[in-house]
């Protein structure tokens, strides 16, 4: 497998396929900084700019529109055209009035899915690990790279936080991070499948098959034509509790 880690450079043959750059003929193309997201789940902010949403032609173009500040990306205004952008992530353009939210997709991984206006302020996070800091409160470290504090009256009894489980899904606002809501990875849960060959697909959890780790963790899962099938736990990202329609709009079909 060619690496893509390590170097400041990335050849064109060898960055991430679901990347819209393979019809270019130079040999390189522009490397993520190191971010919020891994290389191989996010998109440089200036790919997006000119090869998603055609706002230029050449990089060099497309470098000057960010650096100009014309591009927000979770609610900050985001300059640096190798800014990775990835999952969950909620991309704005302020003079256009777009608003766009990357998701799963089916074959192509990643998409910008258009999202009304009423729905920027909202991201949802996966709860990647839960560790304990001073005082005693819990801090929650998330898919985004982001961290939330739980702070807890007791540390021997943090019923506060006692709720929040890894892989379960935060609800927050951006860029202020205020928790709104929270859904577990259980039974019922609504979620999607965020890669694999199943990627895109939107599903209620039927069962998980727990295993030695979380990548041989089976989880079955059902969609809206009650087809049944199977992915990793890994994989799994909750968007919804039991009983409860879809948190983030999703493209047409996806779901119901």
Request: aromatic share 8%; net charge positive; with cysteine.
């Amino acid at each position: 497998m060619a690496r893509m880690g390590g170097r400041r450079h990335l050849k064109t043959l060898v960055a991430p396929k679901f990347w819209p750059v393979r019809h270019r003929v130079g040999v390189f193309t522009v490397k993520p900084r190191p971010g919020p997201h891994p290389i191989e789940r996010s998109i440089p902010l200036l790919i997006i700019v000119r090869d998603i949403l055609g706002y230029a032609k050449t990089a060099r173009e497309a470098r000057k529109l960010v650096s100009e500040g014309h591009f927000k990306v979770d609610g900050r205004v985001r300059r640096d055209y190798k800014y990775p952008v990835g999952l969950m992530d909620v991309l704005e353009i302020e003079e256009t009035g777009e608003v766009y939210r990357v998701i799963p997709y089916p074959v192509k991984f990643f998409t910008l899915h258009p999202i009304p206006e009423s729905e920027k302020h909202i991201k949802l996070c996966r709860i990647e690990n839960k560790t304990t800091v001073k005082g005693g409160h819990i801090q929650l470290n998330l898919h985004d790279g982001r961290n939330v504090l739980i702070r807890v009256s007791d540390p021997t009894n943090p019923v506060e936080a006692r709720q929040f489980k890894t892989l379960g899904t935060l609800k927050i606002t951006i860029p202020d991070q205020e928790v709104l809501d929270y859904a577990p990875l259980e039974e019922g849960s609504l979620a999607i499948v965020t890669g694999g060959r199943n990627v895109g697909r939107v599903g209620r959890v039927v069962s998980i098959q727990k295993g030695m780790k979380r990548f041989r963790s089976i989880v079955t899962m059902e969609d809206a034509r009650g087809e049944k099938f199977q992915t990793s736990l890994d994989y799994i990202f909750v968007i919804a509790r039991p009983g409860e329609e879809p948190w983030i709009s999703l493209p047409e079909g996806a779901w119901k």
